[in-house]
């Protein structure tokens, strides 16, 4: 049997299953007769509020932080919630005017904000519903406090099945035993999700009501980051995910012993590890990779699987999404890209021989002023959410910069007439992905404030080589000493005229090249999220001294299997 | 009174985190000191009502503050907003 929920926590779980129940609260519907009940009943209130403060402090001070703080902050959040002036006020009242039993008063508070919060659209809102639910909970065990709650035992490799999860469960779980949960309710921003993920237990919520078909003691593969459930399966399977599990595992253990380390090489020398990135979403993953910021937010996805041009108000909220999710991390905005194999369905492209060298990216832009100046009136604009910089693909030769500056500076006339806020020190680079462009990086240095190398481009046009022909393919090469002149002349024109250099394409993600790109004396670095712990793991194992005999040596060899096999033996 | 607009930059706006630092922070003051969106307006003393305000990133809220300490109250309350939201 399989199931599907909402993978919430990645990682993969094999065990038993343990299936909770939990009993809803039930109203007693007694009405107080006299006065003096209300008085005992508010007072019961009080009490039950100051226990449960006091339970959840405890918490806080026996609180592990070497799983991550999130728990705490959480627990923080719970205090605050237990002492709400509104929720006293509401409780207060129910007992006084309407004369329920502190039981009825509470069930029915409680019930009413957690409907508030789930009724809310917004998916982080709705989810700090199960928060109220979670100190009702403690509330209401608290009024009676005869009734002493002891904690569960599980057995190992336990695997909890539930309804739902309260933040507060999945906080005082004992992972030594428990190594997983599923529950039908939830999602991916629920605290319970929150908590798995930083307690580094694998976690599929919103699986729905298929759940309840799962017994005691079933054996469970649990997927975390697929959120996929397999409910006793073969003995094939389970030896396959214990290879997934593991593997998983070692990357795991990787990234969380050097996510938070900064990328400096054992000399002192500080690396950049930027993400490309296509939207909003794509930065707040890439965070957790330990990104510190975009080298590469490509603005096509905005612009395709439509039928018209995004309007400035849309670009806007997009860029301006991206902005908020880098809290203050920089992203560089790479203008429109479209053309060559980048096709849209409603902007008419003519037929051409050799659309790679045609009528694409800037060259669009320059010539189809309205788009380029909507879009730069949107970078523009969103810029005030963030640090943004811009940067222009395509470029070769040093007029198409001039002539986009000046675009530039239109849209930015534009906006300071209309008054509207923006950051005027954004900086502006370029691609140099074209053979001319890095041949002229001494005179292109002087226009802007930054470079990109995008090797993909840059080492098809330079080899002369289409990378979508089979018969050719192996020409493909950016480790062709021709290529690695190119690049290694790029970044010494940027030092040279004091103008940052970086490198987007997938050169950067490629683990041979870093200690070569590092000796050629690149400092930034933007590739798929994914690969960031792999390179940073590379960057702090290693010296710049050690960097730079591997580019000297590189250099001195005239082909690039030579290099290759060279580079692929020191990374061994 | 004293009252100021702002304008969340805060990607997530005011969630439970920054919510319970604010909470936290007002309790210093004397003053009442009340947050508007919309046309709602609540106090900052309950977590639940300003998240049930639900101010997100691009938000304008105003901050309403009346009391003998209002100007420390505002003041504090500026440099959480200018400040510290953004890093919570």
Request: charged fraction near 25%.
């Amino acid at each position: 049997m399989m199931m599907n929920g909402i993978g919430a926590s990645p990682g993969i779980a094999i065990g038993r299953a343990y299936v909770l129940k939990k009993q809803e609260p039930i109203l007693t519907a007694v009405i107080l007769l006299n006065d003096a009940d209300i008085l005992i009943e508010i007072e019961k209130f009080n009490n039950a509020v100051a226990l449960s403060i006091s339970e959840v402090e405890a918490m806080i001070s026996n609180y592990d932080t070497s799983q991550g703080a999130e728990g705490l902050d959480i627990l923080e959040v719970h205090i605050e919630l237990l002492s709400d002036p509104q929720i006293k006020d509401d409780v207060t009242e129910k007992i006084s005017k309407d004369r329920k039993n502190v039981n009825d008063a509470m069930i029915e508070v409680i019930r009413d904000a957690v409907q508030l919060f789930k009724n809310m659209d917004d998916e982080y809102l709705s989810a700090r519903a199960a928060d109220v639910r979670d100190i009702g909970d403690r509330l209401l065990k608290n009024l009676n406090t005869t009734h002493k709650i002891t904690a569960r035992q599980y057995g190992p490799d336990t695997i909890i099945i539930a309804e739902d999860l309260t933040p507060s469960d999945t906080i005082s779980m004992d992972i030594t035993h428990v190594i997983g949960f599923a529950t039908q309710a939830g999602g991916k921003t629920s605290h319970a999700a929150i908590i798995a993920k930083s307690r580094g237990i694998p976690a599929v919520v919103g699986c729905g009501p298929q759940l309840k078909n799962i017994q005691v003691d079933d054996i469970l593969i649990l997927d975390g980051q697929t959120g996929q459930i397999m409910v006793n399966p073969g003995r094939d399977i389970i030896e396959q995910y214990i290879m997934q599990r593991d593997a998983y595992l070692a990357q795991a253990a990787l990234l969380r012993s050097i996510k938070d380390k900064p990328a400096i090489t054992t000399d002192g020398t500080t690396i950049k590890l930027f993400a490309n990135i296509g939207d909003a979403a794509d930065m707040e993953h890439a965070l957790g990779f330990g990104a510190e910021g975009s080298g590469l937010l490509r603005t096509e996805l905005l612009f395709m699987g439509r039928d018209t041009l995004p309007t400035e108000e849309e670009q806007f909220e997009f860029y301006k999404a991206v902005a908020l999710k880098a809290k203050g991390k920089p992203v560089i905005v790479r203008t429109l890209d479209i053309g060559g194999d980048k096709q849209l369905p409603y902007f008419n492209f003519p037929a051409e021989q050799n659309p790679f060298l045609g009528y694409r990216a800037i060259r669009i832009c320059l010539d189809r002023k309205d788009i380029f100046i909507t879009q730069l009136k949107a970078i523009w604009r969103a810029s005030a959410f963030g640090k943004l910089k811009i940067m222009f693909p395509m470029i070769s030769n040093i007029q198409e910069i001039r002539a986009a500056k000046a675009i530039l500076h239109e849209a930015m006339d534009e906006l300071t007439k209309a008054d509207v806020p923006f950051d005027k020190t954004i900086e502006i680079g370029i691609m140099i992905e074209i053979p001319s462009a890095a041949i002229t990086a001494d005179l292109l240095a002087k226009e802007v404030d930054f470079f990109s190398i995008g090797t993909n481009d840059l080492c098809q046009y330079t080899l002369a080589v289409d990378r979508m022909n089979e018969k050719i393919k192996d020409l493909y090469d950016p480790y062709n000493p021709g290529v690695l002149r190119l690049i290694a002349y790029v970044i010494e024109q940027g030092h040279k005229h004091h103008i940052a250099v970086g490198m987007c394409g997938e050169l950067a993600s490629d683990p041979k090249a870093t200690l070569l790109l590092l000796g050629m004396g690149l400092t930034e670095v933007s590739m798929s999220a994914a690969s960031i712990p792999q390179i940073k793991n590379i960057i702090i194992n290693n010296n710049l001294a050690t960097a730079k005999r591997v580019h000297q040596r590189v250099m001195e060899m005239d082909n690039s299997q030579a290099i290759t096999a060279y580079l692929q033996e020191i990374n061994a | 009174m004293i009252t100021k607009d702002y304008i969340i930059t805060a990607a997530e706006g005011i969630h439970a985190r920054p919510a319970t630092a604010l909470v936290k922070l007002t309790k210093k003051f004397t003053s009442a000191i009340s947050i508007k969106k919309g046309d709602r307006t609540v106090k900052l003393n309950s977590l639940l009502n300003i998240l049930a305000l639900a101010a997100k990133g691009g938000d304008t809220i105003t901050i309403i503050g009346e009391g003998e300490d209002e100007v420390a109250a505002m003041a504090a309350i500026d440099i959480f907003f200018q400040e510290e939201l953004k890093h919570l």
